[in-house]
């Protein structure tokens, strides 16, 4: 089982840059991946923010983020961040990281919650304008 501990709350202004980190802990190997989700406010559903294999180091991001969201993994602190170039009041949400195994040959991580056996405890993104 493979324990994820994530950054705290943040506040951020509109325009600035946003890093979030997460740590796994635990009974961890080459073949998991790690994703960002965040629930925006009054929403149930998490949606899939991007993620990486552990192996590789591939990287995958929802359309919404291409091209403003930065995903990285050092390996040798079993981190993984999450970093938003400027962020707008729409990003405010709970951002959470998940882990799970990724069976098979692939070149992405799965992009919904129910394959990701492990949750971070969340993080609070507020957005400023």
């Known amino acids: 089982q493979v324990q994820l501990v994530q950054s705290g709350d943040k506040v951020v202004t509109a325009g600035d840059s946003l890093r979030l980190f997460c740590t796994a802990t635990?009974?961890?190997?080459?073949?998991?991946?790690s994703a960002w989700f965040r629930q925006l406010p009054g929403l149930q559903d998490r949606e899939f923010v991007g993620?990486?294999?552990?192996?590789?180091?591939?990287?995958n991001y929802a359309t919404s983020m291409q091209g403003r969201a930065a995903i990285s993994r050092d390996s040798t602190q079993n981190t993984i961040y999450l970093n938003i170039d400027g962020v707008r009041p729409e990003d405010t949400a709970v951002y959470y990281c998940?882990?799970?195994?990724?069976?098979?040959?692939?070149?992405?991580?799965?992009?919904?919650?129910?394959?990701?056996?492990?949750w971070g405890q969340g993080s609070q993104v507020t957005v400023s304008s």
């Open positions: 635990g009974q961890t190997d080459l073949t998991y991946g």
């Open positions: 993620g990486i294999l552990w192996s590789g180091g591939h990287v």
């Open positions: 998940a882990a799970g195994p990724m069976y098979g040959l692939r070149a992405a991580v799965d992009t919904t919650p129910a394959s990701y056996s492990s």
